[in-house]
Structure formats: C-alpha cells, structure tokens
C-alpha cells in the first residue's frame, strides 16, 4: 500500500492544525473551555499547536510538536496520556503504536483520536474517581524493562 509522503506546505499545515480544533469542538459541549490555543509560527518540522480544554476536574490538553501527537488528560496534579490509556485501559482499540506523526499523517491520526474520545472516553474527561485511581496507579506503577535477546 503507497502512502501520501509528499512534504506538506505551511498553508496545508495551518490548516490541518485548525481543522483539529474543529475535530475537539466536543469537548466545549461538555462543559470544557478552550483556554488556550498556540498555532505554528514557522514551516520548521519541530513547530506545531496546543489547545487546552480546561473543565472540572479534568481537563484536556492536545499537543503536537516535532510530530508527535499528545494528548493529555489532567486531573488534580496528575495527567496521563491518551495513548497510555488506549493501551491499558482500551487495549489497543485505535491500533496506535506511537505517538510520532509526520504532517502528512496528521489529519487522520488527530481525526481518530478525536472521535475515539468522543465515544469512549466519557468516564475519563468527566472524572470517573474509580477510573482515574486506577488509570494513577497503572501509570506510576514500574514499567517492566526488556533485554534484547
């Protein structure tokens, strides 16, 4: 299967980082602010966007620089990343290996992602106490290291 690798203009890329705006508007419906919003600046690899919903308890903050594609999810003095979630709360379920995409995949990641917690993640960004002990403990517990063979 051929992939899109063609470089991605500036103007392109402007607007796939406000078009994920767009894609995270839910989040307002729910009761959560955009607080802040920060656009790309430059046509440098490294440059990107953050967009902070703030809500209570929890907010939600999206974060894309040096293509990778972070989403974070606040609670108190605790946050824990979407994908951390997706692998040990969700198994899996977007297929996700990593959070590191070229802006010619951005779009669609942001688009995933973005619906994925439109419809499953409701127990998460309204604060559910029992999810979120667990999801602190699943992500301060030791990681096990692996040896090369």
């Not at 890329?13 to 078009?19: D, E, K, R, T, V």
């Not at 990778?68 to 951390?84: D, N, T």
Request: hydrophobic share 40%.
């Amino acid at each position: 299967m051929k992939t899109d690798d063609r470089p991605v203009p500036y103007d392109e890329f402007l607007g796939i980082c406000h078009a994920s705006k767009d894609r995270f508007a839910f989040l307002e419906t729910l009761g959560f602010r955009l607080t802040k919003e920060e656009w790309p600046t430059g046509d440098s690899f490294k440059d990107g966007f953050r967009l902070a919903y703030t809500g209570s308890p929890v907010s939600v903050v999206v974060e894309y620089y040096d293509m990778e594609l972070v989403i974070w999810f606040h609670r108190e003095r605790e946050r824990v990343p979407y994908l951390f979630v997706d692998q040990e709360l969700e198994a899996k379920r977007t297929g996700f290996a990593g959070c590191m995409f070229p802006r010619n995949k951005l779009a669609g990641a942001v688009n995933r992602m973005a619906e994925d917690i439109r419809l499953n993640y409701e127990h998460i960004i309204r604060g559910d106490k029992e999810v979120w002990t667990k999801l602190i403990a699943l992500w301060h517990a030791p990681r096990e290291k692996r040896r090369l063979p």
